[in-house]
Each structure stands twice: as C-alpha cells, then as structure tokens.
C-alpha cells in the first residue's frame, strides 16, 4: 500500500541552524501538507502545496520557512534559522482528495 | 475562526466496554469530518464523513455525522489494549484538498 515517507525520523539542531526536513508524498497525488504538532497540543497547518506552489500557508508559516518540491518526488520544508519553539513534530501529508500522513519529523533545538 | 472540539479528553476504560468520543465543529464551509488515530507517530486515517446520517463501519469501530447539530460520533465496541491511541478529528473547512482543522484529540487508554 503506497505511503508518505519522511526522513529524517528524528532532527537535533542547534538554535539559530537551518534544517531541512523531507518528504516523499504517495505518488499520484497532487497536494501536499506540513502540519506541525507541539509536544502536548493539537496538529496544526503550516502550509500547504499544489502545482508547484504555495496554495495556503497559516500564520505560523513565517519568512523562516519555505518548502520546495526539488524534483518529482521530493516535497521539502526548510527552516531558515531554528528556534526553541520551533521543536515539535512535523508531519507531511499529501492527497487526491483524503489527505494521508507521513510518520512525522520529531525536530528538537537546543 | 474554525473550531474543532473534541471530548473527554482523555478516557480510561477496560478491555471489552464500548466507548463513544464525541466532536463537535463550528466551521464557515463545511465538507467533510475526518477520524485519525494517533498512536506513536502519524495520524492513521480511519473514516471520512460527509453525508449527515450515514454510518461508517470499519470492524469494530463505527462513526456517524450529524450536519444538522454540527457533530460526530467515533464508536468502539469491544475494546482492546490495542485501540489505546489518540483519536484525532479534523474537519476540511473549505472546498476539499484544503488544509485540515484538527481537534485536540481523545487520549484512550484501554486496561487489560
């Protein structure tokens, strides 16, 4: 059964250091999601993608992050310069039309 | 804003009762309801729900929407320590394909 995939499974970074987190969305399907979901809280929006573009981003997705989908297959979300509160779960997700998730990024900055 | 309420919050029951969560929803453009359980990592998807009305069933767990009073129920009969998880709605506000509102969740836990 097809799956979204995201690597890697664990990030630690220093503040102030930029990661990338990537993610391989189940092929055939057009639109992809970052979500994020604080240790404790609820699964939040950040952005989400279609025909190569920013479709919809939430206020959280600031001027510190972008996404990108380098080639066919790759959906990636950068962020520019970590902070504390950046630390959290980051999940992908990608849909035709019920939206599918990834097993998650768990991105701890010290 | 569009919101998303899910209770209890958290449940504890034992292995073989039946538990209902409950979401209810406040939304400007309602689609569909969507169920996810969460147990260590990514939300698994488990039912979505777009006709009031018209029950879903998957093996032991069943759900329901209700348009008119703007909730849903999430059913489990018979349960197992394997359902404990965090149960996860989400509404999709818009035209399909948009972003998710999720709820906090309900934190089952199921004692042998």
């Known amino acids: 059964e097809p799956e979204v995939t995201q690597t890697p499974s664990h990030q630690v970074t220093q503040m102030g250091q930029e990661v990338i987190l990537r993610c391989v969305p189940i092929?055939?399907?057009?639109?992809f999601y970052w979500y994020r979901q604080i240790l404790g809280q609820k699964v939040e929006f950040l952005v989400s993608?279609?025909?190569?573009?920013?479709?919809?981003k939430s206020e959280i997705f600031d001027d510190q992050f972008s996404v990108e989908r380098p080639d066919g297959s790759n959906f990636t979300l950068k962020i520019r310069s970590t902070k504390l509160e950046d630390s959290a779960m980051y999940f992908c997700?990608?849909?035709?039309?019920?939206?599918?998730f990834g097993p998650g990024t768990r991105l701890t900055v010290l | 804003e569009d919101k998303v309420v899910q209770s209890p919050l958290s449940l504890v029951v034992h292995e073989g009762d039946t538990v209902t969560l409950n979401c209810s929803y406040e939304?400007?453009?309602?689609?569909?309801l969507l169920w996810y359980k969460q147990e260590k990592k990514a939300p698994t998807f488990l039912f979505m729900l777009?006709?009031?009305?018209i029950e879903k069933k998957s093996g032991r767990l069943s759900s329901i929407l209700d348009k008119k009073e703007l909730f849903s129920i999430l059913n489990i009969t018979a349960t197992q320590t394997g359902d404990s998880a965090v149960y996860l709605c989400?509404?999709?506000?818009?035209?399909?394909?948009?972003?998710?509102?999720f709820g906090k969740g309900t934190r089952l836990s199921v004692i042998a």
């Open positions: 997700a990608s849909s035709s039309y019920t939206q599918y």
């Open positions: 092929s055939n399907h057009l639109y």
């Open positions: 993608f279609y025909n190569n573009e920013i479709s919809e």
């Open positions: 939304v400007t453009n309602f689609r569909s």
């Open positions: 777009t006709s009031s009305g």
């Open positions: 989400a509404v999709d506000a818009n035209s399909g394909n948009t972003p998710l509102v």
